[in-house]
């Protein structure tokens, strides 16, 4: 995609227009003081008295809400879902640069915040390509509103950088474009095209939002090798507060906000991530939603697919081997079809999928 001659990124605005700014319908897990919930795990007589500290949430979503005030969040971690990724890959024969697994943990957790914002029964995709063929081909990751992620990487393993080199999501997509995808169970698909101007995956969004008619929205990501995170912060239409009153929470929050760092986001529970950042706030933090890899690939859908080709290309590929192997490149199921069952695929009786 080609750069627009302003330094202001390609949008296509659309997607995320129908994202919801606010829902909860959990009951909170307490009506005290989130401070007064969590400051035990902080301080100095907690840590001296031997108790076990909390370990890192793994595969949850939470939606906290700052008391009296219009500004909301979540937080998401993620570990079994996003090793479920990387051990897919690690099922191919090529080996998979750290870069390009970091890359898989933020996607995974962007789509995850923003699915759990959708108004409606759907999928939320985020797929990267670069300009030009390099290293990596394509990056992407969704989301269903059911929690189900799952997310892949093409890429060229004879130009993929090493782990010692500097190779950051700029580098490796440089030049390209950010696709964010909203697929409703019913009704209308919606797209917006981010161009990559920038140096990570959250400025790209942070980039959408502040260029869009969205609320303001603020999203921070973080991945090791390990586990997973993010964090979203977003305005809420005024009720509670003034305008005036709303704008300087939002700038002190996100602020601090601004010094959480990556090892901190992958290592810390939930609780502790929101008591370092937030300790001097009242917020209600919501009970936690669980999240898992799952795909959506069947012998069904697959068979779909082939029927798009069209029975003659499906001859001509049994014409040069006895049987159509179709792989998923998620979780790298083989559907296979043999001469007899491709042809059922075209006859007038339904064909047989199991």
């Given at each position: 995609m080609n750069k627009s001659s302003t330094k202001r990124?390609?949008?296509?605005?659309?997607?995320?227009?129908?994202?919801?700014?606010?829902?909860?319908?959990?009951?909170?897990?307490?009506?005290?003081?989130f401070r007064s919930a969590c400051q035990e795990f902080s301080s100095p007589s907690h840590q001296a008295s031997g108790k076990v500290m909390p370990?890192?949430?793994?595969?949850?979503?939470?939606?906290?809400?700052?008391?009296?005030?219009?500004?909301?969040?979540?937080?998401?971690?993620?570990?079994?879902?996003?090793?479920?990724?990387?051990?897919?890959?690690?099922?191919?024969?090529?080996?998979?640069?750290?870069?390009?697994?970091?890359?898989?943990?933020?996607?995974?957790?962007?789509?995850?915040?923003?699915?759990?914002?959708?108004?409606?029964?759907?999928?939320?995709?985020?797929?990267?390509?670069?300009?030009?063929?390099?290293?990596?081909?394509?990056?992407m990751a969704d989301s269903t509103r059911h929690n189900n992620l799952r997310a892949v990487a093409r890429y060229d393993a004879s130009n993929a950088p090493s782990d010692d080199q500097a190779c950051d999501f700029r580098s490796l997509l440089d030049g390209g474009y950010l696709l964010i995808t909203i697929d409703p169970a019913k009704g209308e698909r919606y797209q917006s095209v981010i161009a990559i101007e920038h140096d990570s995956?959250?400025?790209?969004l942070n980039t959408y939002f502040q260029q869009s008619e969205q609320l303001p929205t603020r999203i921070w990501l973080a991945a090791d090798e390990n586990r997973a995170g993010g964090l979203l912060l977003q305005a809420l239409p005024v009720q509670l507060q003034s305008l005036e009153q709303r704008s300087e929470l939002w700038q002190?929050?996100?602020?601090?906000?601004?010094?959480?760092?990556?090892?901190?986001?992958?290592?810390?529970?939930h609780r502790q991530q929101l008591h370092r950042l937030f300790h001097q706030e009242?917020?209600?933090?919501?009970?936690?939603?669980?999240?898992?890899?799952?795909?959506?690939?069947?012998?069904?859908?697959?068979?779909?697919?082939?029927?798009?080709?069209?029975?003659?290309e499906i001859q001509t590929m049994l014409d040069e081997q006895t049987r159509i192997d179709v792989g998923c490149e998620f979780c790298h199921y083989v559907y296979q079809f043999n001469a007899e069952q491709a042809a059922r695929l075209f006859s007038t009786e339904p064909p047989t999928l199991h």
């Open positions: 990124p390609f949008v296509r605005p659309g997607a995320l227009d129908k994202i919801e700014h606010l829902s909860y319908i959990a009951a909170p897990l307490s009506k005290q003081p370990q890192p949430d793994n595969d949850v979503l939470q939606r906290f809400l700052f008391e009296q005030s219009d500004v909301r969040g979540e937080i998401v971690s993620l570990q079994d879902s996003y090793q479920a990724v990387l051990a897919n890959h690690r099922r191919s024969d090529q080996e998979i640069p750290a870069a390009i697994d970091t890359l898989l943990g933020e996607f995974l957790s962007a789509a995850a915040l923003l699915s759990a914002t959708l108004k409606f029964d759907g999928i939320i995709t985020l797929q990267a390509k670069p300009k030009n063929k390099g290293a990596l081909e394509l990056i995956l959250s400025e790209c002190h929050l996100t602020l601090l906000v601004d010094t959480l760092k990556v090892d901190e986001q992958v290592t810390l529970s009242e917020l209600q933090l919501f009970e936690p939603t669980a999240l898992q890899f799952s795909c959506s690939c069947s012998r069904a859908r697959t068979a779909s697919m082939l029927i798009s080709l069209g029975e003659k």
